[in-house]
């Protein structure tokens, strides 16, 4: 999974063509942790179809609020540069993440 910071995060997700999962995670968040392997299988059932990248938020606060993350774990989903869904918290597990790719792809 390709790894983001506030320097790339411009290129690699808003100018980006076609979907773009995100996911927001921080040093700090063992739930972020914790979720970081199911991400990571779903990059690889999915990732012909989507791009997925992560974002470690103790190095883009600012970032992090500038897309309305306020808390973690979140995931979001991006066409075309614009935010198209969102899982957050309780949601934030294999099964929701999975629910929201497969509304779209």
């Not at 773009?20 to 690889?44: N, Y």
């Not at 993350?69 to 995931?75: D, E, K, Q, S």
Request: charged content about 30%; aromatic content about 6%; hydrophobic content about 40%.
């Amino acid at each position: 999974m390709l790894a983001v910071d506030k320097d790339t995060f411009q290129s690699e997700v808003l100018e980006a063509k076609g979907y773009v999962l995100v996911d927001f995670w921080s040093d700090g968040c063992e739930p972020c942790k914790a979720l970081m392997p199911d991400v990571e299988a779903l990059e690889e059932q999915y990732g012909d179809k989507i791009k997925f990248v992560k974002l470690n938020t103790t190095q883009a606060r600012r970032l992090a609020i500038s897309q309305k993350v306020l808390g973690l774990p979140t995931i979001l989903l991006y066409l075309d540069g614009e935010k198209i869904e969102e899982v957050t918290k309780d949601n934030a597990n294999r099964a929701g993440i999975e629910e929201m790719i497969k509304k779209h792809v």
